[in-house]
């Protein structure tokens, strides 16, 4: 390995002079030839660490990635670095432009698509006949966030990297527990000795936290703080529907420019409205969690959650998009009472049932019907992979527990007046630093906020745990 090459390909391609803190250690881990476990807080530039790699050892790097707009977003941004040899693959292609994908891949440097994709076997098979010089799973926490809930493909990327032939591996994250990184090298099929792993903390000293209980006035208090705060902003909803009815009010009552982003938005659409984000033409987005992972937006000034998220690990991914510039940011949480039910729906919704593992144990699985049910479709990979009826069904209650006490610590989260960093970090087993300037979350001062004001025109215009956390992470990812 030439290392002054390295940062030769830093300039030349990225226009850096010196890597940002762990950059340099995921690259030559991995250009040592080590399988590599990289976790760097959000908007510290992971996405250097495996087009770099790339770059240095040519032929082609395969991207897994979990979303169109992720997908849209890193091909666009290379595309205006120079990079011509890169393309995506997936379900926004014609037939025909799919097609032309696959006869290319000799002359692609880089390649993303879905974990669905890798599922097909005529992908698989034209990706054989093209040596991957490097595998790369970003979002790499989406093996066991989504995974095991409603994404059951990403369980099989171990199966496809066999396929593959084992080619070198880097997986990035901002946020997995050591339970979690542990549980994404087995997925895949990593060699748990050999493998590198480079890991940083996940704190962000620049975004300050604030909680706040309303009472039958979480929309008043919305209005106040998307007008109050320095904008362009992120507000996160858990329905799509409140996301559309509040994006219509801000619409209506404010001058700000507004739009929302969700499943449901047309495709076009989606790739319009992260544009014109991008582009600083919207001040803010209100939108459910398919917004925003691995956007490269540097200003992003508050993250505001009008839903509580199910878990810390999806609430840390969610305000690490704010603050990417290192200036102060707000993350804002409004809670009311109630608000936990929400959760508690949608995860009674997203785990098979026993009749769904009676169902696809007795061999009655119809495969339209698994392909309109998520639930069945799960079943259906627990039994492809071996495991007996009475094995599932423990690997789900496992899930279950494991969702409430996440779930259950978001609840003390918000409840907390202890320092919110503080009390956030020891999920992560980390710590706030002793050293960490200015104001910290609304415990340590509940005034922060008044920093965060907009001057401009356009606003004055206007249970203790019963439950061993170790045991049951073990239980839940021995797979």
Sequence with gaps: MQRNRVYELLEEKFGHETFRPGQEEAIFSALNGKDTVVMLPTGTGK???YQLTGYYLGGLTLIVS???SLM???????KRMGEKRV???NSLLTSGEKRWVLDHLHELRFLFLSPEMLQYSHVLNRLKKCPIRLFVVDEAHCISQWGLDFRPEYLLLGRAREELGFPLTMALTATATKQVRGQIKRSLKMNESTTQEVAYPIDRHNIKMHTEICRNNKQERLLHYVQYLKKPGIVYFSSKKTADETARKLQAETSLQVETYH???PAEDKVKIQEQFL????DVICATSAFGMGVNKQNIRFVIHYHMPANPEAYMQEIGRCGRDGKESAAILLFEEGDQYIQMHLQENSLPEEHHLMQVYAGKEHEKRIAEDTREEIALHYKKVGFSFEKAKEQIEYRKKFKWMQLDFMLRYVHTTQCKRKFLLAYFDEAVESDQPGACCSSCDPDFLKEFQDS??????HRKRDENWSIILEKLFHI
């Design 47 to 49: 996405s250097v660490c």
């Design 279 to 282: 582009n600083d033409e919207l």
């Design 66 to 68: 979990p979303l169109l």
């Design 263 to 265: 499943a449901d938005i």
């Design 456 to 461: 401009s025109d356009d606003y004055l215009r």
């Design 72 to 78: 849209q977003d890193q091909v666009s941004g290379m």
């Design 87 to 89: 393309a995506a693959l």
